[in-house]
């Protein structure tokens, strides 16, 4: 009986002392995110993880964390994990989509770019997808999809209204961009990227501009585009 009521003792002290140290943990994550520290968020979910490993909210938060600071394979490994054993966010998904994108794996970005089609018909996921098709070099289906889109956009005034991020060089942030320019930018670097073909490319770039003055990216290319042809003599 008297070991009974030790081991109670024991196991009650336990618990407590998991559940105090989970709360320290938590209150260290607060902090964190109050004062917009991504690493040490990081280092807080980590110790949440060693003390409990099984709260999805926080395997997500530490899924898109590892996923932003481009540590894509253990991100992915926190978000495959909250998707297999629970609901998965849409925003978990997107996070996934680029991550595998950014290792080379477009076949798994597609099919989740395409499930969110699917279920939210938000024009946005059309846009990854075409950004999908342009990464993997699936010329045809890029073709096909730009020009429906362009055709969408003009009339379709909620897909004309959309807006998507495009890394901004000046930064290496993204850059909020009308999809119409968007679509103009993709088609110009595809056109210089994949077939090697600099007026058409050169023509999409200024379109890009023409739609959306402030964007960064055509502006880049133009001028590498630019610099090279000077190199040549061209």
Partial sequence: MKYLVFLSVI??????????????????????????????????????????????AYQDSLARLYIASSNFETGLRYAEKVCKNGPCENI??????????????????????????????????LFQQLLIYFNAVKTTSFDS?????????????????????IVAPSSGGDQMVPIKAAVYFLIGNNALNTTRDINKGVEYMQRSLKEFAPFEMPRYVLQQVEQLMAQQGR
Avoid: H, W
């Fill in 92 to 125: 978990l998904k997107e996070n996934m989509a680029a991550a595998y994108q950014q290792l080379g794996k477009n076949d798994e970005a597609e099919k989740l770019i395409q499930g969110l089609i699917a279920d939210t018909k938000e024009n946005k996921y």
């Fill in 145 to 165: 999809l730009s020009s429906a889109m362009l055709q969408q956009i003009e009339t379709d005034s909620s897909m004309a209204k959309t807006i998507v991020p």
């Fill in 11 to 56: 196991f009650i002290a336990a618990c407590t002392s998991k559940s105090d140290r989970l709360k320290e943990a938590e209150a260290f994550y607060a902090l964190a995110l109050e004062n917009k520290d991504p690493s040490l968020a990081r280092v807080a979910l980590c110790q949440i993880m060693l003390i409990d490993s099984n709260i999805p």
